[in-house]
């Protein structure tokens, strides 16, 4: 190699040892970095007065092959979402109903309404089970339009005593203070160990899979403007 040959040989690998430690750094720092702190999420409380949940069933009769749409609505349900502004796929999720708060919104006989609401804590054995649990910590989002989003979210569903992997899809109108909610999400009753409730000995029966359906108005909590 001659004098130079190896002082050449030496500085070469100094210099590509070098040349790695620059360009790998950013890919260390990306896998050492610390998760999002609290601090830069921003909370938001779901608004009861202004949102609305209701629940799709649908009946059948032994006398006909036709079905009836029923529609159940959620008196007391509460709320939170937390988010990075401007990232809603980091939209964390829970959101609770309390099961005895389900009721019939069908227009019929105060006793006929009684005991349907009665057959419904009774499915849902609500004094065992009083609360439906929703909670998502990951998502996806796409941008369809101003300030509005078609949002993913993945978690469980904990129902009847039982819980399930779930993914809602909703739509998310982004406001300067709020956000508007709106979606659907398919259930079968029976994924969750319960039986579906029929009347008259069987002359009535409900179908397995009713539709979640909500819309809600979610407001900026104290704090985090």
Known sequence: MGTHGPRRFLSTWVCLGLFLLVTQAPLWS?????????????????????????????SSTLLSDSTRTH????????????????????TAVDFTVRADSLGILDQMSDPSRRDIDLAIRKVLDSARYPRIVFHSSAGSA????????????????????????????????????????????????????????SLGKGAINVADEVTLTFDLVATTAPGHE
């Open 71 to 90: 529609l159940l609505g959620a008196r007391d349900f509460r709320g939170e979402l937390s988010m990075v502004p401007d990232m809603l796929e980091t």
């Open 142 to 197: 796409k941008r369809i339009g101003p300030e509005v989003y078609d949002v993913a979210a993945s978690g469980t569903l904990e129902l009847h005593g039982v819980r399930r992997p779930l993914t809602v899809s909703a739509q998310v109108a982004v406001e300067h203070d709020a956000l508007r909610i709106r979606g659907k999400c398919p259930v079968r009753q029976t994924d969750y160990g319960m039986v579906p409730f």
């Open 30 to 58: 990306r896998a050492g970095a610390e998760p999002t702190p609290a601090a830069a999420r921003r909370l938001y409380r779901i608004d009861r007065g202004r949102s609305r949940v209701t629940i799709e069933t649908h």
